[in-house]
């Protein structure tokens, strides 16, 4: 059975850092695609970043140049770290994996069941 569990998620102040993690079981993060996700009040679950098998990356606009996704597969850990945080970043985060590469777009098998982040100002 695939897991997928978030941590690090949390209350921050605008202009602070969160790092969050991801740790799958039951499923292995090497030769996979992987992604997170966030779903902000009343608004459409949107891709944040996502990460391909080979280590190649893509963002999406409101987070270029703040967060960073990177993956342990030694750990079987995904990970996304959040730098230059906003108010507008507060929602829901999930992260996906699949073996089929989708990249921002929210079509993936696996789901983990989110975590949430509160940006103050």
């Known amino acids: 059975q695939v897991q997928l569990v978030e941590s690090g998620g949390g209350a921050v102040q605008a202009g602070g850092s969160l790092r969050l993690s991801c740790a799958a079981s039951?499923?292995?993060?090497?030769?996979?695609?992987m992604g997170w996700f966030r779903r902000a009040p009343g608004k459409e679950r949107e891709g944040v970043a996502a990460?391909?098998?080979?280590?190649?990356?893509a963002y999406a606009d409101p987070v270029k140049g703040r967060f960073t996704i990177s993956q342990d597969n030694a750990k079987n850990t995904l990970y996304l770290q959040m730098n230059s945080l906003k108010p507008e970043d507060t929602a829901m985060y999930y992260c996906?994996?699949?073996?089929?590469?989708?990249?921002?777009?929210?079509?993936?098998?696996?789901w983990g069941q989110g975590i949430q982040v509160t940006v103050s100002t």
């Open positions: 996906a994996a699949d073996r089929v590469l989708w990249y921002l777009l929210p079509n993936y098998k696996y």
């Open positions: 039951g499923y292995t993060t090497s030769n996979s695609y």
């Open positions: 990460i391909d098998s080979e280590g190649g990356v």
